[in-house]
């Protein structure tokens, strides 16, 4: 955040990652070690409240993974209304965090809770970087782009909320949205990419934006070649798009250039929950891939890096 930037707290010579070129985490060194720490909590964002704690465990672990490190402990964030929902459903949100940073052998070690009109629910997480830092930022021309996890949750999201989604649908987006990224990392680590992000609240293009921002290049992406949750287009239809995601595109759609009408370009503004990674691979690299992640199944290339434009994002 701008506001900080000119604190003289926030400046350290052993901090690698920090407010100066914000980051999906920031990174400090202790010794040889590089520890990095992020944070993230949200509102229920699915009416299962095991599910939502799970989704919440994943998409902050996401942070630690798109940095290229590994989990080690995590604090629990509780924000819960006591007098107007159960302690038991609290308990179903608790036992899905818990289970989900077990799957990740990430240790919860502890936390806060307060009490709160409206319930949140997330955490706080520590772990470290063996060796390269993914910074989100550090792309260089001719990079191939790959994106790990079909767009369209915000949508899917919303459609619950409003209480029209399909039994299908919300099975579908809970099981990406619950998909730990860190096969995602390790297939980053083993074709020595450029640089990651994960897709989460500024939604693909948003998040794009970042990786090209203040390098004077540009990207490419193929619309076609970019995975979509199936059933998106009914619930657009039908009004459905959330307000983040239009405030994404609001932000966006003078940094687009393009052909393709507004609908399309929305979907690409759709601000995700746990989304996968954008990574950008040097063009020279042998890719290796593996039954986890599979080209076309789990991992579409949806573009490139050029030097077309400067800092726009070009979609054909």
Known sequence: M?????????????????LDNPDDGGVIEVGNQKIIQTVDFFTPILDNPYDWGRVAAANALSDVYAM???????????????????FDILSEVIKGGLDTMEEANCKIIGGHSIDDKEPKYGFSITGIIKDKIFKNNEIFNGDKLFLTKPIGTG????????G??????????????TNLN????DF????????????????LLGHLYEMIKNTDLSAKIKFDNVPLIEDIHEYLDNGIYPSGSLRNYDYLKDKVVTDLDEESIKILCDAQTNGGFLIAIPNNENLIFSDDLRLGHNIWEIGEINSEYNEKINII
Request: hydrophobic share 35%.
């Open 2 to 18: 701008t506001q900080f930037k000119n604190h003289n707290a926030t400046k350290s010579p052993n901090i690698l990652v920090g």
């Open 164 to 177: 029209i989604a399909s039994e299908e649908s919300i099975k579908l987006v809970t099981e990406i949205m």
């Open 68 to 86: 290229g490190g590994e989990p080690l402990s995590a604090l629990q964030l509780v924000c819960w209304p006591r007098n107007d929902i159960s």
């Open 155 to 162: 949508i899917i999201t919303t459609a619950i909320k409003k």
């Open 182 to 185: 860190n096969k995602s990392r």
């Open 188 to 203: 980053s680590i083993k074709n020595k990419a450029s640089a990651i992000t994960d897709i989460t609240g500024f939604g």
